[in-house]
């Protein structure tokens, strides 16, 4: 994964306009993955996670000026604004429950219909409060890891972890989720 070079961050959090650029183009599509991650595809409330990623790029840049080096890598900055956005696209999407079509369509829509939809949406409240029996700190390696595909490293320099403490944290995260789950996923899937 390409991170920014803090001599780079420096800069255009000293207003260097070239700088900037380079950091916002080496970070987009790691905040892309991440909202990707945590939205999907249809995002939240008509966004996107292409939306929510733009939105975190513009909240970086507009954060750029007040950053100031504090020992923890430029990611984790990154990652605190994504985390924040991505949490208001939920809330606004639990807020807002209409679907509007430009048109009414001549066939039959091929995606899912309302009982898989019913089914999905079911599954994935279980997982997710699987997910909030776990810590903060586990839930985020988790996503980082298995549904960004980071590696332990990059997901520590994320999180000022070692990359062998993340490995053990998710290891401690999916021995927690087996034990809520039990022996097989009936309890998940039923």
């Known amino acids: 994964m390409d991170t920014p070079d803090p001599d780079v961050v420096r800069r255009a959090a ?80 639990s807020r807002d429950r209409t679907e509007s079509v430009a048109h009414v369509p001549d066939a039959p829509d091929p995606a899912p219909g309302p009982e898989l939809r019913a089914l999905t949406a079911d599954l994935n409240a279980k997982l997710a409060g699987l997910l909030s029996q776990l810590p903060a700190t586990h839930r985020e390696i988790l996503v980082l890891r298995l549904a960004v595909g980071m590696t332990a490293d990059e997901v520590g320099t994320v999180l000022g972890m070692t990359g062998g403490a993340v490995r053990l944290a998710q290891y401690r995260a999916l021995t927690r989720l087996r034990a809520l789950v039990g022996d097989t996923l009936a309890g998940v899937i039923l």
């Open 14 to 93: 000293g207003g260097d306009p070239a700088a900037v650029t380079q950091v916002l183009t080496q970070i987009r599509p790691i905040v892309v993955r991440y909202c990707l991650a945590r939205l999907g595809r249809a995002g939240a409330a008509g966004a996107t996670a292409e939306d929510v990623a733009q939105e975190v790029c513009v909240a970086v840049l507009r954060a750029l000026p007040r950053f100031t080096d504090q020992g923890r890598p430029f990611l984790a900055f990154v990652y605190g604004i994504a985390a924040r956005k991505v949490a208001d696209a939920c809330r606004a999407a």
